[in-house]
């Protein structure tokens, strides 16, 4: 199993003293705190003029960054649990005893996952009052095309090698970058983690804020997973939704910092419970070049052993992430946890003493929009005066990979 746990919360902050100095990725730490730090590339301050030439990205460190905004978007078309019982052997009592789920939305028409994205975006840009051009950096947390999943906790667990750069990703970001209005050539590229992906586009943005100097980032997670269910198999195309949900994450000082404190793992072994992977060649010969278009499987879930995992794995991830901010669950004011399953999030929540009146869901309008569910539900809270600015948010996600994570964060 590879971990890796922790970030630079208030409490390390104070622990980490001895590593003093400025690396060439722009840290800087000093009596445990971040400085702000010119390094030695000439640029000077973050409002100096660059051209789109040259690299947009003042190499400069910042001490916190905070959530200034939100937005989501989903299909117009809704599919009620009685519209899936005229295609699959199901019924509403079931799907919704068993998943707290009654409605999803699905794409249709010239619907898409780039103008979905792109939809939710600009609504968090609208909110953040940040044009696009003042963005740094965009991360679309959602899925590949190697296995929609996500490939990286298997390859890791075998060679810890990970290619990134995959064209078909960067063309993705890069296409949400246009149709946003960008005009300079910010840098734009894909996270991969399905249901796990949101929570690690808030983490890299956080990096990047924090220690390569970006001010102004977009996280986009979105999927839609309706192209890749099964629609005659009634064990997974109940469970899934489209949609998008994004928000803006800017610098700020150390006193605003709103990224608080995370907590990361994948296991490759549970891959086997969840996943979407390219079909091996089928008839089981030798590969022949050229090779052949490969073609991917619909969404196969061990559905048992994933509750198992969520159940198992999310509160302990909980309760590091919280222990690394200084802070419990009766001072935290939001429980936001990935939109799989009602049973999940109630089991979840008890054991942690979260009240139910402490618990955003809104998966049973929506399904499992995977990458995009955590934002599209702190969008409906906060847009819906829920959660308020200065509220405290502890958010998980969790899925295939497996992947897993929590975040603190704070709202405004
Ligand atoms: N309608 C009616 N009956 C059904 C349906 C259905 N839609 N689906 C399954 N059944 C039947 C089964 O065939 C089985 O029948 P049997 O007892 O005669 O064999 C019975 O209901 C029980 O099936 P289980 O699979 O054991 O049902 P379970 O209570 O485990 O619920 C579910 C299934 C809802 C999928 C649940 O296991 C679950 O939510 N798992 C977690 C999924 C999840 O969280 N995924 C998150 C990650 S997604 C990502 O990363 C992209």
């Not at 939100?70 to 005893?97: M, R, Y």
């Not at 970058?177 to 996270?191: F, N, P, V, Y």
């Not at 949609?243 to 907590?263: N, P």
């Amino acid at each position: 199993m590879a971990k890796a746990s922790g970030f630079f919360t208030p409490s390390l902050r104070t622990k980490i003293r001895p590593s003093i100095g400025v690396s060439r990725s722009g840290f800087c730490l000093s009596e445990g705190i971040f400085k702000r730090v010119v390094c030695s590339s000439g640029i000077e301050s973050a409002g100096t003029h660059v051209s789109s030439s040259q690299s947009r990205i003042p190499k400069l460190v910042n001490k916190g960054c905070k959530l200034v905004g939100c937005g989501s978007a989903v299909p117009s078309l809704s599919v009620s649990n009685d519209d899936l019982a005229k295609i699959v052997d199901t019924s509403d009592e079931w799907i919704s005893v068993r998943t707290g789920i009654r409605n999803r939305r699905v794409i249709s028409g010239k619907e898409n996952l780039r103008n979905l994205a792109v939809e939710a975006a600009k609504k968090a840009l609208k909110m953040a009052n940040v044009e696009p051009d003042d963005l740094d950096l965009i991360l679309l947390c959602t899925s590949t095309p190697e296995d929609i999943f996500g490939d990286a906790p298997k390859v890791l667990i075998l060679l810890d090698a990970y290619l990134n750069g995959n064209l078909f990703m960067l063309w993705q970001s890069c296409k949400v970058q246009r149709e946003l209005g960008c005009t300079k050539s910010q840098l734009a590229h894909d996270i991969t983690a399905a249901c796990s992906g949101f929570v690690l586009g808030l983490f890299s943005a956080s990096c990047y804020i924090k220690g390569g100097g970006f001010r102004n980032v977009l996280v986009i997670g979105a999927d839609v997973m309706s192209r890749f269910v099964d629609w005659t198999d009634r064990g997974t195309c109940i469970l899934f939704g489209d949609a998008a949900g994004a928000v803006v994450l800017q610098a700020c000082d150390a006193e605003e910092d709103g990224l608080l404190s995370f907590d990361l793992h994948s296991d490759g072994e549970g891959a086997r419970h969840l996943g979407a992977p390219i079909n091996d060649n089928e008839n089981g010969s030798v590969l022949e070049f050229p090779p052949n278009r490969p073609s991917y499987a619909c969404i196969q879930m061990n559905g048992k052993e994933v509750f198992r995992f969520a159940v198992r794995c999310v509160p302990q991830s909980i309760e590091s992430a919280l222990e690394k901010a200084g802070l419990t669950a009766s001072n935290i004011d939001w429980l936001l946890l990935h939109q799989a399953n009602q049973r999940i999030i109630d089991a979840v929540a008890t054991r942690l003493e979260f009240p139910p009146e402490k618990v955003i869901s809104n998966l049973a309008n929506y399904g499992n929009t995977s990458a995009a569910s955590i934002p599209l539900a702190l969008d409906e809270a906060v847009r819906s005066g829920k959660v308020k600015p200065g509220h405290t948010i502890t958010a998980a996600g969790f899925g295939a990979g497996l992947t897993w994570g929590s975040a603190v964060i704070r709202w405004g």
